[in-house]
Each structure stands twice: as structure tokens, then as C-alpha cells.
């Protein structure tokens, strides 16, 4: 199967290995190109977590909802915004279609959504 789209399932065990600064960029690259609802691309951002330290902090804050994942894209939106939620969904897609593409496990996990407040009062991330 050579399609990334249909390539792409959840990994919940992770390779320690981190991705090269190359294929970081590449996911980046591929959440900038998510469509947004309303033209609002200034409603969401990400914030791409590869230091140890702060990954082993954020996991131990999930309960270990990360599972152990060597880099983390953590994608927020404002409140207030009517389509927020739905583009950091459809940019989340991307960057796993994009995981895929180049050999990356990843895995949506949205059941941590609920301590993103307490990572950044934690992290100031």
C-alpha cells in the first residue's frame, strides 16, 4: 500500500529514534498547508515539542497519553473561533498523512485535549 492516506494508523508504541530535522520540516511544511475554514489560518497554531525533557514532562502530564512518541505536534486554536477546532483536526490529518508518507507512525490523540490549559500554565508552551 503505497497510498500515505490509506498507509496511516495509530502507533501507540514508538521508535526512541527521533525525525531528522528534514522530515520535521516536511510536517510542518504539510500542517501550513492545512485548508482552513473562513480563511482563519491565524487561529491556529502548533508547537513542535523534541526536547526530552519536555516530552517526558508533557507525557507524565497526559497520564501518558503520548505514548512515549519521540516529538510532539501540539495543535491549538482560540476559543472564540467558530472553525478552530475543525482546522487543527484537518491539520492534524495532514501532518499524520504526511508521518505516513515518510515512514512516521503517529496517532490523533484528542483525549489529552482537556490538559493543554494545565501544560501551558505548566510550560507556558
Known amino acids: 500500500m503505497t497510498d500515505p492516506v490509506l498507509a496511516r494508523h495509530a502507533v501507540r508504541s514508538f521508535k526512541a529514534d527521533k525525525p531528522t530535522a528534514d522530515e520535521v520540516n516536511q510536517l510542518i511544511a504539510a500542517f501550513q498547508a492545512a485548508p482552513c475554514g473562513r480563511g482563519e ?32 505536534f501540539i495543535i491549538a486554536t482560540q476559543d472564540e473561533s467558530n472553525f478552530g477546532e475543525r482546522n487543527a483536526s484537518v491539520a492534524a490529518e495532514n501532518v499524520m498523512v504526511e508521518a ?26
Open 41 to 72: 489560518a491565524d487561529v491556529t497554531q502548533a508547537v513542535v515539542v523534541e526536547d526530552d525533557a519536555t516530552l517526558q514532562r508533557i507525557e507524565t502530564s497526559v497520564n501518558d497519553a503520548a505514548y512515549g512518541a519521540p516529538l510532539l
Open 100 to 125: 505516513a508518507s515518510l515512514g512516521l507512525g503517529s496517532v490523533y490523540v484528542m483525549s489529552a485535549a482537556w490538559h493543554c490549559e494545565r501544560i501551558q500554565r505548566c510550560w507556558r508552551i
